[in-house]
């Protein structure tokens, strides 16, 4: 099985090396990795101090590219190769779904750090994607998921874009409510100008508060949305990209 690995999570948060040694296992257990993309707070792997020789060596003794996202690599001063810890690449979101579309499957670090790593639906075809916005409150992990589908439409897919509300996303906090939920809505809007996607809306547990954005989504966005219960699960497509 090829899989294509998404890392979002911050080298303190991962202090056993369990995302390593899962992906050791991996590959010893005949599996390949086409790619493992360090973005958001996962580009600190790459970034000085944060140095990890067991890392290195596991890209270099297995020829693994190992990408480091432009944008988040630029946040931390890594503006090429040369500063970055030995073995990782500097490389666009583009890169990253052209590797997804070449796996068999994409496994996320949360997936690995949660035990929910495991064997997921076949892709329905040789060009299915689902995007995955898990925090749509926050503009920073928000607007990477929404880049990924910009750049998914420019390659002339039509990707399954899956936008995930929970209590605790803090919407209607003072200054930021009208703000946050009418700027995901305006740069949904400005992406479909370059294709067609289908957007989900899970609102997980129902509240008057997150059934009150579902219901702003589904009118303000000029695509077809659908709102599923909290007891709908969430998409098993290999192919999805979690932000």
Request: aromatic content about 6%; proline content about 6%.
């Amino acid at each position: 099985m090829n899989l294509c690995i998404t890392v979002n999570t911050h080298p303190n948060n991962d202090p056993n090396n369990e995302i390593l040694a899962w992906c050791q296992h991996a590959i010893q257990n005949t599996h390949g990795i086409n790619q493992i993309f360090f973005f958001a707070e996962g580009a600190n792997f790459a970034s000085p101090p944060n140095t990890c020789e067991q890392w290195s060596n596991f890209f270099i003794n297995n020829q693994l590219d190992a990408i480091i996202c432009s944008k988040s690599g630029l946040n931390l001063g890594l503006h090429n190769d040369s500063d970055c810890n030995e073995g990782y690449k500097i490389g666009g979101l583009g890169v990253l779904i052209e590797a997804a579309l070449e796996a068999d499957a994409v496994i996320s670090s949360n997936q690995i750090l949660s035990g929910q790593s495991h064997p997921l639906e076949a892709p329905l075809n040789q060009q299915a994607l689902t995007i995955r916005l898990t925090q749509p409150h926050d503009s920073a992990s928000a607007n990477t998921g929404l880049d990924a589908l910009a750049v998914a439409l420019a390659f002339g897919l039509s990707p399954k874009l899956e936008i995930c509300l929970q209590q605790g996303q803090h919407f209607f906090e003072p200054t930021s409510t009208e703000s946050t939920v009418s700027e995901l809505t305006s740069k949904l809007a400005a992406l479909t100008e370059y294709g067609a996607f289908e957007t989900c809306i899970i609102a997980s547990p129902t509240t008057p508060e997150l059934e009150a954005i579902a219901a702003y989504l589904k009118t303000a966005l000029p695509t077809p949305v659908q709102i599923l219960p909290p007891s709908n699960k969430l998409s098993t497509q290999a192919r999805t990209l979690t932000f």
